[in-house]
């Protein structure tokens, strides 16, 4: 499992706003938009840079009634995937 003690948070220029025009949430980075999911928009509305991957997944978990060992491994993998796309740090 990943190292769940990491803080994330948004790069400079990303922002999670609501876009009617598509229909649903979106994260703006710069040139790019990533249309967001209810799961998606759930997780990165947790993702202040000041809450741990573990407080996270804790709430997530408080709020959908979930093992929060069901919820890390996709929190973790999202996440992830976001930092690859260079639109989320850890530190």
């Known amino acids: 499992m990943s190292d769940l003690t990491r803080i994330p ?5 990303v922002r999670m706003r609501e876009d009617p025009a598509r229909g649903g949430w ?3 980075a710069p040139e790019r938009v990533f249309k967001l999911d209810e799961i998606g ?6 993702v202040d840079g000041g809450r741990s991957l ?21 929190v973790v993998a999202f996440l992830d995937g976001l930092a690859e796309r260079q639109v989320l740090a850890f530190r």
């Open 41 to 46: 928009r759930e997780i990165l509305s947790r």
């Open 54 to 74: 573990e407080a996270i997944v804790a709430s997530l978990a408080a709020a959908f009634e979930a093992e929060p060992e069901r919820i890390a491994a996709d």
């Open 26 to 28: 979106v994260l703006l």
């Open 9 to 13: 948070q948004l790069i400079r220029g």
